[in-house]
């Protein structure tokens, strides 16, 4: 018997202690709430993605949301505007990436879903600037994304 929703023949494995390998981060707690650099960051959901690292960011610099296929969703919408009215965010990366399975690993899907996003974005948080970035697995790198196109 398979446990849902996934039909797996396997048990989730046990969640990693925290600190388990690595030192532990006490100073997470001594951060403010809002982040540093007023930055939110929509990426796709994507095991391989590791955001703050792959955008050369660090704790605290921005908020981080992610869905599949970093679709700017009505839960998306609300969570932007919370932190953009009451944590002071200004700015949003929108990050899609190559072999998105949720675009049934189309990159030109993936980058239209950013530049539909960035158009809901600005019809409802219009005081908010947004960048759109593709990551690249086989380069390793984020590369900009124009708006139009």
Do not use: I
Request: aromatic share 4%; net charge negative; glycine share 10%.
């Amino acid at each position: 018997m398979g446990w849902a929703p996934f039909d797996r023949t396997t048990e989730p494995s046990e969640p990693p202690r925290a600190g388990a390998d690595e030192a532990p981060a006490p100073e997470a707690a001594l951060l403010p709430r809002e982040p540093a650099r007023r930055l939110a960051v929509l990426t796709c959901m994507d095991s391989r993605l590791d955001p703050l690292r792959d955008l050369g960011l660090r704790r605290g610099d921005a908020m981080v949301l992610r869905n599949a296929g970093a679709q700017v969703s009505d839960d998306v919408e609300r969570s932007l505007g919370l932190a953009h009215e009451n944590l002071g965010v200004g700015e949003l990366w929108l990050v899609a990436h190559s072999d998105c399975a949720a675009q049934g690993g189309d990159d030109e899907a993936a980058v239209a879903e950013l530049r539909r996003g960035a158009k809901r974005v600005h019809s409802v948080l219009p005081g908010v600037s947004v960048r759109l970035l593709f990551y690249d697995f086989a380069a390793g790198v984020a590369v900009a994304v124009a708006p139009g196109g």
